[in-house]
Structures are given as C-alpha cells and as structure tokens.
C-alpha cells in the first residue's frame, strides 16, 4: 500500500474567512477569542477536506505566518516586544505588522499600557514565492526556549476529529538560514543553542502519541557551503535519538549536490519535490537506505494546471516494485500557493475550467494515483479516461496557440530594448521638462482601496452598476488622490488606481491568452491575499488598459502625473503561469504587449511611466549558477518593454521587499531612469549594495513602511535619508514610500505622507 499525504493546506479558507476575521480583529470590531475560534473552525474544516489521506498536517495552520509561529515555538522573540504582557497572539502580530488590535471595542485589555507601536519585523519573499515570512532576528545573545502549546493544542484539536495527524515544523537549519543576524554574530553559532529545544519539541510530540513528523528543511534546494552543510549533519545526528520518525521535506527545487546529503541524514524519510527535482530519484534510488521512506511530491502544489495522472503512473509504477510500502505519494510542495476548490467558480469558461485543478481537486488526484496503485489502472478506468481527455483537449487547442504572437516574438532584436540616448543624456532632459526640486517626493501608485471604491466594483461586476456609473464613480475617487496629493504638496502625481483590482489580475483581465477567476485566492502574507490571472495561451493586448484612466487624471493637475503599469516579469511571476513553454517565450509575449501600452501613455503626453517589477527577484532560480540565464530574458523583457521611449520621457521601476544586493549590476542593466526600492523595515540595510557599486541613475529608497499601520515620524524619514545619502548622491535620491497604499486607510496614508513631504522640504534646506 502506498502511503499518501500533504505538507500543507490553504489556511485563509474557500471565502477569505481568515482575512475578514483577522481585519476584523485588528480594527477593534471582534474579540480575540472570536478570532481563534474562526481559527478552530478552519483547521477542522480543512482536516475534512483532507479525509482519505493517511496523514494529515497538524500545524499548518498559521494567523500570520508558519515562520514566525516558529519563531514563537522556539521563544525567538524580537527584544522589543519582550516588554509587552497579555496574550501571546498580541505580541504575534506587533512582530508581524508593528502592532495588536486597536484599542476599541475591548479587543487588547491592556491596550493603555501595550497599546503602542512597536517596529515590525523585516518582510521576504518565501524563496521564489509571492508568500512573505517574516524573518527571525538573531543575535550573539539570542537564546531559544521552547513554546510548544500552539502545536500541542492543535493536535489535540485533530486527534478529537479523529484525524491521522503528522505535524509539521520548519527544520533548525532552514530556520537560521533564512533568518537574520542583527549583529555581527554568526547564526550557525546558534545552532547549539537551537538543536536542543527541538529535541525538546520532538520528545513531546512523542509523548502525545505522535509517530511522524513532518520537518521542513527547502534550504537543501540552494546551494550550501561546507559550514551549511555540516550544520545538517551536526543538528540532525543530535536529532537521530527522538522517538518519533522524522519525515525531511524538501521542495521548490532538485536536491542536485545534496542528493547524498539528504540521503544519508539519519532521518526516517526524505520528501523530495518530483515536479522540480524528478532528477534526483534514480541517483536517490541507489544510494538511500532501504529502510527508508522515500515521499514524491507528484502533483505541482505551485499551479493550477491537471496533472497528466497516466503520466505519472507511467514513471511510479516501476518505482512501487521497487520500493513497496517505503514509496510515499504527496503534492509537490504545501497546497498554501494555490487556491482552495475549483467547485467555486461558477464563471470560468467550462473548456478552461476542465485543464485546472485547485487544492481540493489535487488531494482528489493524489487519491487517484493511490487507488491506481493500489488495485491497478482499471479500477479507476473512466477518472483516468476523463483527465487524459482534458490533458488532450488543452494541448491541442487553438485558443492556447496564437500564431501571430509567436511571429511577433520570432522578430525580436536587441534594438527594441535600447534607449535612443544614454541616462547622462537623457537625465538633463528629463530635469529641463519635469522641473522637480530636490529631493523630489511621489508615491509608488496605489491609494487606500476604500469601501466605496470595493462596493462600486462588486455593483458594476454583479450588473448593478452600469458602465457609466462605474467610471463616474472611479472618477471621483481619481479626483479625491489628485486633490488629496496637491494639498499633500507631492511633487509627482499618481491616479490611485481606484479602477483596479490587484496589479496583476488588472491586466490579465484585458490581454488576451489570459483568464481570471472569481475565486481564485491565494495568501501573499497576513491578511492579504491575491488571485492570480491565469496564463493560459500566447499574450496579446487587444486596446489600450490605462490610458483614459490617466489622461482623465493628468487634466486634473498641472504637476506631473506618473503612468502605473505592471511589468513583464512580475506579470509572469505574480500569474498561474503556462507548462507548455519556456517562461522566457512568456515573458517575451507579455514585454511585446506592455510596450504597445508605454508607447500609448507616451503620445497621450504622460512623460513619467511607472513600470513595476516588483517580482524580478523572486523569479530568480534557487541557485546561482542558474541566475544569468534568467536575468537575461528577465532584464531584457523589461527593456523591450520601456526602451521605445523618446529620451524625456522619465521611466521610474519599483522593486518591495526584495534582497537584491547580489543583482544590483542586473538591476542597473535595466537602465530605468528612477528605481523605487524597499528599504524602511531593513532600516536601508538593501542600500549597501550600493556601497560597491555605484548605481548609475536616480533611486527612491522607502522610507514608509507601507505594511504596517505605525505612522513615520519627520526625523526618522529625515535620519533613513541621510544613511541613504552616504551611499547614493542626494541630488539622485526620492523621497518615497516603500510600496502602494492601497491597504492602508486614508486616515493612516494623510499623516504619514504629510511627514514624508515635510522630511523632504527639511532635506532641501540643508541640501
């Protein structure tokens, strides 16, 4: 019999129940134990959906974060949190997003004494994800000390519901890898420190009866030094003593190097990632121990498309002879990266909806491939006939191929993504038309996302709201950004992008090749969820996106009004993208489609265009021997994208929560006019790249940390801006926020802006 399993389920819920609750919370509106009880709820909810599997994770489940509810279990709590009393899910979220609930509505008892704001922990991006953890803060003196009840209270909740538990922890050495040392002490000095506390762990996971547990450790995917690989060797032969059998997840990537690694760590069982890594399994087959489990993450846990079930029958079934009741089945990696059930989409197109498959519909395939393991194909003879069927249907369809497209991408030459003038040219251009002070101030495009604006789109989506209405509608809240900047005194403009949804589905609603979902949710962090578009065939744009949008708000003002697009990269990276061709060739029909809509803006007299990329860096392979090759086709789909512009025409990009220090020479390659980067919550640590490299144009170092609700203050603006002024010319530095405002409240956004324009004015004078 093969054992099959999951690493993780979607903790928000089919309806964003977690989202609504947590806002709820934080607002003042419900109680705490409202909120944990919502928490209940899912966890039994999702232990059902997983019935028929046999194991299930207990501690997947996160209010915010699995990293930081590791960091809690492990007692790593940030020194400026550790005056706080009252309930430990307080001091959670002020780790996580700067502060609890509010003080209304009895939410945080202590709310006169902790009710403060404290600084929120630092935000990345969760390997090449679009999910963000928060990232442990380590020091020479940092010392762990266990915190199991969380993990505890819900295995008890499981083994009530009668379910078949394998808990699920993040492994120690991931844990300090992708953590942070806020000194200059070594976290592999900790891992002493830290292995026993997870001894602790394991040993009370036994004594309540547990007999698998899950231990993540994706940091086996990346290239690891000698130093990082003994720490495996070091923690896991400390660990080899526990009573309970250990699982070794890996995902996201091949093993590669790390094969006899991973192998040969005294560990019960190794999950390897067959999407990805499907290399590794002969190579594992015959050097792993045959008393070990080897788990095959056969079914993509990071896309939407079916699995070919025949196919993989076709390479498992040998691998059952061989490996009998030690083979173990599973999702590629945890379900939290798709969304939760396609039964809910009641208005995707029948032909598309028949290729897809969503958490549940995975977990229905991983018990197919069991089943026909189990008693043979025959036994599920018309499953496996109707998912060969759409398999078929989708390879062959003429609404994926676009002849056209592939023709225009066929043509492509390295003169479309040259500037007519270099930056030193085009920069005193760029000064004479634009006449901006020093330090010129702007916002990265977003505006808060009000109830109005919400209740106006859900109308017009449901027919009750026409087309006139709605645009009257997204007017005046276009007319309230502009008029609420130009009392704010910013110096460039944007329109709020009222009309739009997410960044991402914005535009994959109007290109065609591709299609959007209704509920198609998945968590990007905390509270916030996004649906990405779905790319099912080959892009193209059929009429232009923004530009009434922009037009309208550039005759509202006579300051410079920025154009906001999405770029290519992050379009690819933020969307379920296509299997059936390289990402390049996508990425190439998405800069083909987005130039059209530069060049558009351009002759509608919009001379600042805003093109981001929030995602480049995410998009970059596991390891670095593999980064060229995507950076290449990455940089030069952004170029194609910008670079038909005359040379007055000032092309800003903007990269959030992104370490690219090591990618700073790709960056400049970009050669966009002004890069907006993140930098509040690292306290412009990302700006020692610059130290080494002397970025060649204008750069806007965040200095509002847009995630939490905390309100900047004019000297700390003012102080982030002198540390940036040592590492970048202050005549080539903005004053900016670290991102969009869009989930902020306007009574938050109106404070901080208006500090951040006076930092600026306090700057110019001692310029």
């Given at each position: ?52 599997l ?6 997947d489940f ?18 400026r ?10 001091n ?13 509505g ?6 006169g ?19 963000h953890y ?42 300090l ?12 000095a ?10 602790e ?8 009866g ?5 231990i ?69 087959l015959?050097?792993?121990s ?37 083979l ?21 197109d029948?032909?598309?909806?028949s ?7 995975k ?11 189990k ?7 018309a ?5 060969q069927a ?9 609404r ?18 040259e500037?007519?003038s ?13 006449k ?27 027919g ?10 997204m007017?005046a ?10 009392a ?7 329109h ?24 198609g ?45 999405t ?10 993208v ?6 390049s ?21 919009v ?12 998009g ?17 789909s ?20 992104s ?7 790709s960056?400049?390659d ?69 991102c ?7 009574a ?20």
């Amino acid at each position: 019999m093969t054992t099959t399993h999951n690493l993780g389920f979607p903790r928000i819920g089919a309806k964003r129940e977690l989202k609504f609750a947590l806002e709820s919370y934080w607002k003042g509106e419900s109680s705490r134990d409202e909120l944990k009880a919502l928490g209940a709820h899912l966890r039994q909810r999702h232990w059902i959906n997983q019935t028929g599997l046999d194991l299930v994770p207990v501690g997947d489940f996160a209010f915010y974060d699995q990293m930081l509810d590791m960091s809690f279990t492990l007692g790593n709590l940030p020194q400026r949190v550790q005056g706080f009393h009252g309930d430990v899910l307080d001091n959670y979220f002020r780790v996580a997003r700067g502060r609890s609930a509010q003080a209304t509505g009895g939410a945080e008892a202590h709310a006169g004494c902790c009710g403060g704001g404290v600084a929120a922990g630092e935000m990345t991006k969760w390997f090449d994800t679009n999910y963000h953890y928060i990232v442990p803060e380590f020091t020479a003196a940092t010392q762990f000390k266990l915190d199991a009840s969380r993990l505890l209270e819900q295995l008890e909740e499981a083994r009530q519901a009668g379910v078949k538990a394998k808990p699920v922890i993040v492994g120690p050495v991931t844990y300090l890898a992708l953590g942070k040392a806020k000194d200059d002490s070594s976290r592999l000095a900790l891992l002493e420190r830290l292995v026993p506390v997870y001894a602790e762990l394991l040993e009370k996971l036994a004594a309540a009866g547990v007999e698998w547990v899950q231990i993540d450790e994706p940091i086996l995917v990346t290239e690891l030094d000698a130093d990082w690989q003994h720490a495996f060797n070091t923690a896991y032969h400390d660990l080899k003593s526990s009573r309970v059998k250990l699982l070794l997840a890996t995902y996201f990537g091949p093993l590669e190097e790390n094969r006899h690694l991973a192998a040969n760590l005294p560990v019960a069982g190794l999950h390897i990632d067959a999407i990805n890594g499907r290399d590794d399994i002969q190579p594992l087959l015959n050097i792993l121990s045959p008393l070990k489990v080897l788990s095959l993450g056969v079914i993509n846990g990071r896309n939407i498309w079916k699995t070919d079930l025949n196919a993989v029958l076709d390479w498992i079934e040998p691998l059952k002879e061989r490996l009998g009741e030690r083979l173990w089945i599973a999702p590629s990696c945890s379900l939290l990266h798709v969304p939760v059930d396609l039964a809910s989409e009641q208005k995707l197109d029948a032909d598309l909806k028949s290729w897809l498959a969503y958490a549940l519909q995975k977990l229905d395939e991983l018990r197919l491939l069991a089943a026909a393991l189990k008693n043979g194909r025959d036994s599920v003879k018309a499953e496996l006939a109707a998912n060969q069927a759409a398999i078929e249907a989708r390879r062959s369809s003429p609404r994926v191929h676009n002849p056209a497209v592939k023709a225009a991408v066929a043509k492509l030459n390295a003169a479309l993504g040259e500037r007519k003038s270099a930056y030193a040219t085009r920069a005193p251009k760029q000064a004479a038309l634009l006449k901006l002070p020093p330090f010129p101030t702007t916002t990265i495009g977003s505006f808060p996302q009000t109830a109005d604006i919400r209740h106006a789109r859900s109308e017009f989506k449901a027919g009750r709201l026409d087309e006139a209405g709605y645009k009257a509608a997204m007017q005046a809240e276009i007319q309230r950004s502009v008029r609420e900047q130009e009392a704010l005194d910013l110096d460039v403009l944007v329109h709020g992008e009222a009309e739009r949804n997410d960044m991402v589905e914005y535009f994959g609603e109007q290109l065609d090749g591709y299609a959007f979902s209704q509920f198609g949710w998945v968590q990007s962090y905390g509270s916030r969820c996004v649906k990405p578009p779905i790319l099912f065939g080959d892009i193209s744009r059929p009429k232009a996106m923004t530009v009434e949008w922009i037009r309208y708000a550039q005759s509202l003002t006579k300051r410079p009004m920025k154009g906001m697009l999405t770029g290519p990269v992050t379009i690819l990276n933020w969307s379920f993208v296509r299997d059936d061709q390289p990402r390049s060739v996508s990425c190439h029909q998405l800069a083909l489609a987005i130039r059209q809509e530069v060049l558009d803006l351009e002759q509608a007299g919009v001379r600042v265009i805003q093109i981001d990329e929030a995602a480049l860096r995410e998009g970059l392979p596991l390891r670095k021997s593999q980064w060229k090759g995507y950076l290449d086709w990455a940089v030069e789909s952004f170029r194609i994208t910008a670079n038909g512009v005359e040379d007055e025409t000032q092309i800003h990009t903007h990269m959030c929560y992104s370490e690219f220090n090591d990618i700073i020479a790709s960056i400049a390659d970009m050669d966009a006019d002004v890069i907006t980067i993140e930098t509040s919550r690292s306290d412009m640590e990302l700006l020692d790249a610059f130290e080494n490299f002397k970025y060649p144009n204008e750069i806007g170092p965040g200095v509002y940390d847009i995630h939490s609700p905390n309100i900047p203050t004019q000297e700390h603006i003012v102080q982030l801006m002198k540390k940036a002024a040592e590492r970048v010319p202050a005549e080539r530095l903005w004053v900016n926020p670290d991102c969009g405002l869009k989930t902020r409240q306007w009574a938050e956004v109106i404070p901080a802006l208006t500090n951040m324009v006076s930092a600026a004015k306090a700057l110019r004078q001692t310029a």
